[in-house]
């Protein structure tokens, strides 16, 4: 089983939609949670840190469930310019060395319709 | 605007080559990673490295080989590269705190490296 997985999509949507993504990861001693947004040939960047409480920002919030060990992203009212492969990320401690290390999901890719 | 500069932003080598890739970053951050990716995958990390230190070595083939030369730079030296290295590299920063790197992590641009 992958440390953290994604469904990869794509996920075609009309603009003006509700889309929601999840994101199920396998260590619960992991510290901490974000999604970032990458578009086509870029870097990826940070769309927003998950809290315990959720969080909003805009038309994006983010949920994150300890218990059944997943984080969620709902995007409202989509936007063209929302297309974009979305990344789920989560800081974990290693069994082992007791490390922390960022463990990427696989991504899921949005394209919004006109 | 990224806080975290690499250079060069592409870069075209052959397998017999020597070359170096460069992170820079001012942002006090003590943690940086280097990643690589391939095509429609996630980044993969390869190095960490916490307070100037290598702290994490992901297997990565020893034509790979990193330096953090100060708390602000980053380098990754290739050499021998095989043409399946041929990917975008990206290196990232974040903060340490109590010991655990933390926080978000910052990305640079990347560059895109062309084996031949």
């Known amino acids: 089983r992958k440390e953290v997985e994604q469904d990869p999509g794509p996920f075609n949507v009309p603009e003006g939609a509700t889309v929601a993504f999840n994101c199920t990861y396998s260590?619960?001693?992991?510290?901490?949670f974000f999604w970032y947004r990458q578009d086509c040939r870029k870097e990826p960047k940070l769309l927003m840190s998950?809290?315990?409480s959720g969080n909003e920002d805009g038309r994006f919030t983010a949920q994150l469930n300890r218990a059944s060990q997943y984080i969620s992203l709902l995007i409202r009212d989509s936007k063209l310019s929302d297309s974009a492969t979305y990344l789920c990320?989560?800081?974990?401690?290693?069994?082992?060395?007791?490390?922390?290390?960022?463990?990427f999901g696989t991504g899921t890719r949005l394209k919004v319709l006109a | 605007d990224t806080e975290v500069t690499q250079t060069p932003k592409h870069l075209v080598m052959g397998m017999t080559n020597k070359k170096s890739l460069k992170c820079e970053q001012h942002?006090?951050?003590?943690?940086m990673y280097w990643y690589k990716q391939k095509a429609k995958k996630p980044p993969e990390l390869m190095f960490v490295?916490?307070?100037?230190?290598?702290?994490i070595n992901e297997s990565v083939p020893s034509r790979f080989s990193p330096e953090c030369p100060n708390s602000s730079l980053l380098n990754l030296h290739l050499h021998a590269l095989q043409p399946e290295d041929s990917a975008l590299y990206l290196c990232?920063?974040?903060?340490?705190?109590?010991?655990?790197?933390?926080?978000?992590?910052?990305f640079g641009e990347g560059s895109r490296l062309t084996v031949l």
């Open positions: 990232a920063s974040s903060l340490i705190i109590a010991g655990v790197n933390t926080g978000e992590l910052f």
């Open positions: 260590n619960s001693a992991s510290q901490s």
């Open positions: 998950v809290y315990s």
């Open positions: 990320v989560v800081n974990m401690k290693r069994r082992v060395t007791g490390t922390y290390k960022y463990i």
């Open positions: 942002m006090g951050h003590r943690a």
């Open positions: 490295y916490s307070y100037e230190k290598l702290s």
